[in-house]
């Protein structure tokens, strides 16, 4: 997680700021070069997860997996977009794909949330913090995409809180040791 949210912040940094005709191609590759990284790093979380919480509940890992997937592929084809596209063109494209992933994200990751609460995968405060961040990330992501300028950019501050503060739970402590409930056959 941690190393999705560096990757994608410094990639899409550099791309976006490379994109017009004064802006440095091998830059703009380098950062288009980073966020496809992100993208598979996303996904990976995805396939990391699956087997540790599919114990609990197969369609939950399964979604939360499908999530994962759909945020790698949005976020690869804005970065396909920032080097393939010029202008406004790139930059609404750009925002367009950000946005729409992170929505995704979002919604999809409530379950996984839930489920962290519900096994007791995670301490319970963290639980219910992705739970409330990544509502909060949906809803201003959406806002965003009708037009509400900024909404995203302020939804989004619990949800990154939760995933950097998770991804160093994970790297600290790992998932709570001794939670063996399987999930049914």
Do not use: H, Q
Request: glycine share 16%; charged share 10%; net charge positive.
């Amino acid at each position: 997680m941690l190393g999705a949210f560096l990757t994608y912040g410094i990639g899409s940094t550099l791309a976006v700021a490379n994109t017009g005709p004064d802006g440095s191609s091998a830059l703009l590759l380098a950062g288009t070069a980073s966020m496809l990284l992100n993208s598979l790093m996303v996904i990976t979380i995805g396939a990391l997860v699956f087997p540790i919480v599919g114990r609990f509940s197969r369609s939950v890992a399964a979604i939360y997996l499908g999530t994962r997937l759909f945020e790698g592929i949005a976020l690869g084809a804005e970065a396909v977009a920032l080097l393939t596209m010029t202008g406004p063109a790139a930059i609404a494209t750009n925002f367009v794909a950000y946005n729409v992933a992170m929505a995704g994200l979002g919604i999809g990751s409530l379950g996984f949330c839930l489920e962290l609460l519900r096994s007791g995968l995670a301490p319970r405060f963290l639980a219910l913090w992705g739970l409330v961040g990544y509502a909060s990330f949906a809803a201003g992501c959406l806002l965003e995409l009708a037009g509400v300028t900024g909404a995203g950019l302020v939804s989004a501050m619990p949800g990154a809180g939760f995933e950097v503060t998770f991804g160093i739970w994970l790297i600290v402590k790992g998932f709570r040791p001794g939670v063996t409930r399987s999930a049914p056959a």
